[in-house]
């Protein structure tokens, strides 16, 4: 079946650092790639997309590229800042079979001042 | 405004109740989801659902069950059957049949059995 692998957190870095969380995917269809974010107590927000190979979502400053060769999805920003202290979800939904998201375990992101 | 609500935001139960949460949207989406939310963990699908008066079960159903008798509303039952309730629990809900398109989440019921 669909599994998305991310890295465990949490992942601690000081404001203005650049920040990597790596995705790895298993897709037994062609999938479509995203990266939501939750902020404590609340639901999950869509921060970017992709919906083929060699695509690059991006929004608000993080990126990712959709790389087949390496089923992967990492999301990369060059300067993070405090309020992006959150946890980021990895997803994945494949155009056959069950059309419903499958999602990584979260990876929490704290930023220090 | 556009969008997905969830309601009650707490709710408590006893044990060997049964409990219903409610989810609703005015996005005009065909498809709904239910997933449920432990402290570290990922978001496991209980139930979704791609068109009215349809519905399929996800990787952890035992002890859940579901309705979609109306386009908005797709309500989720906790039984007394699921051993360990305590969760958050997130509805969600797309377009059906649009690649890539977007799920847009609820802000989530938090279940406490007491």
């Known amino acids: 079946g669909d599994s998305v692998t991310q890295m465990e957190g949490p992942v601690t870095l000081s404001e203005e650092a650049f920040l990597t969380i790596n995705c790895t995917y298993t897709a037994t269809g062609y999938p479509s790639l995203f990266w939501y974010v939750q902020y404590p107590g609340e639901g999950l927000q869509l921060l970017l997309k992709a919906t083929k190979a060699d695509d690059k979502g991006s929004n608000k400053g993080f990126e990712a590229t959709y790389r087949k060769e390496t089923t992967s999805f990492h999301l990369e920003k060059g300067s993070v800042q405090v309020s992006d202290s959150a946890v980021y979800f990895c997803?994945?939904?494949?155009?056959?079979?069950?059309?419903?998201?499958?999602f990584g375990s979260g990876t929490r992101l704290q930023v220090q001042p | 405004d556009g969008g997905i609500t969830q309601s009650p935001k707490y709710l408590f139960r006893k044990e060997g109740q049964n409990v219903t949460l409610s989810c609703e949207q005015n996005?005009?989406?065909?498809?709904m989801y239910w997933y449920r939310q432990d402290p570290g963990q990922g978001l496991r699908l209980i139930y979704y659902s791609q068109i009215v008066n349809d519905f399929q079960k996800g990787d952890i159903a035992e002890g859940y069950s579901v309705s979609r008798e109306k386009k908005e509303s797709f309500p989720l039952t906790v039984t007394s059957a699921q051993k360990n309730p305590t969760a958050f629990y997130l509805c969600?809900?797309?377009?059906?049949?649009?690649?890539?398109?977007?799920?847009?989440f609820g802000q989530g019921t938090r279940l406490t059995v007491v």
């Open positions: 969600a809900s797309s377009p059906r049949g649009l690649e890539g398109a977007e799920a847009f």
């Open positions: 997803a994945l939904i494949t155009d056959t079979g069950r059309r419903a998201l499958t």
């Open positions: 996005l005009n989406h065909d498809a």
